[in-house]
Nanobody, 120 residues
Framework: QVHLAERGGGLVQSGGSLRLSCAAS?????MGWFRQAPGKERELVVA????????YYTDSVKGRFTISRNNADNAVYMQMNSLKPEDTAVYYC????????????????WGQGTQVTVSS
């Protein structure tokens, strides 16, 4: 069992920035963030493998969000810049033993989520 603890959500104005962090209780291979807004389907936002090579970004966040990880701390971070109201959602940290799985939306573990609200 891997426990994930997310931090960093909050309320921000459009154009602002937030940084989310997720700490895993043990080493994991692929990590990512997905989000779910009310009435919408769950969406994978970003993902990164253990080596940190070729991270995945969904089209709507390319150029605005950056994912990074610190393997020594079993942590993954997501810097969110130029936030838009449509980014409003609950953001969940997730892990998988394969990058391909997490990109397909197949997660092994996920956290409790943190609310991100972007006001216009």
């Amino acid at each position: 069992q891997v426990h994930l603890a997310e931090r960093g959500g909050g309320l921000v104005q459009s154009g602002g920035s937030l940084r989310l962090s997720c700490a895993a209780s043990s080493s994991v291979y692929a990590m990512g963030w997905f989000r779910q807004a009310p009435g919408k389907e769950r969406e994978l936002v970003v993902a990164i493998d253990y080596e940190g090579e070729k991270p995945y970004y969904t089209d709507s966040v390319k150029g605005r969000f950056t994912i990074s990880r610190n393997n020594a701390d079993n942590a993954v971070y997501m810097q969110m810049n130029s936030l838009k109201p449509e980014d409003t959602a609950v953001y969940y940290c997730a892990t998988s033993n394969r990058m391909a799985n997490i990109v397909k939306g197949e997660y092994t573990y996920w956290g409790q989520g943190t609310q991100v609200t972007v006001s216009s």
